[in-house]
Nanobody, 121 residues
Framework: QVQLVESGGGLVQPGGPLRLPCAALGSIFRINDMRWYRQAPGKERELVAGISSGGMTNYADSVKGRFTISRDNAKNTLYLQMNSLKPEDTAVYYC???????????????WGQGTQVTVSS
């Protein structure tokens, strides 16, 4: 079985930083692309940032220059460093990854359970 487990969410003041880790656990053979999504109340889930296995990154325009996505391949862990947070960044943040399990021939997309980030004074 494979699980993605996010942590690090919470309440932060506008302008503050927050770092979200996401650990991929289980019988993992290889991880390809990894991503962070978020979903605010009443809105659709949106892609925040993505990173390839080789470290190439992409960001939503709304977070460019403020958020940094990174990964530690040895630890199968994805990170999202969020700086200069704004109230409009308030959402549930989900990690997402393309994973191949041992003894499997297919890649599957896995989602974490989500972690709440609230930006408010």
């Amino acid at each position: 079985q494979v699980q993605l487990v996010e942590s690090g969410g919470g309440l932060v003041q506008p302008g503050g930083p927050l770092r979200l880790p996401c650990a991929a656990l289980g019988s993992i053979f290889r991880i390809n692309d990894m991503r962070w999504y978020r979903q605010a109340p009443g809105k659709e889930r949106e892609l925040v940032a993505g990173i390839s296995s080789g470290g190439m990154t992409n960001y939503a325009d709304s977070v460019k220059g403020r958020f940094t996505i990174s990964r530690d391949n040895a630890k199968n862990t994805l990170y999202l460093q969020m700086n200069s947070l704004k109230p409009e960044d308030t959402a549930v943040y989900y990690c997402n990854a393309d994973i191949k399990r041992y003894w499997s021939y297919v890649w599957m997309v896995y989602w974490g359970q989500g972690t709440q980030v609230t930006v408010s004074s």
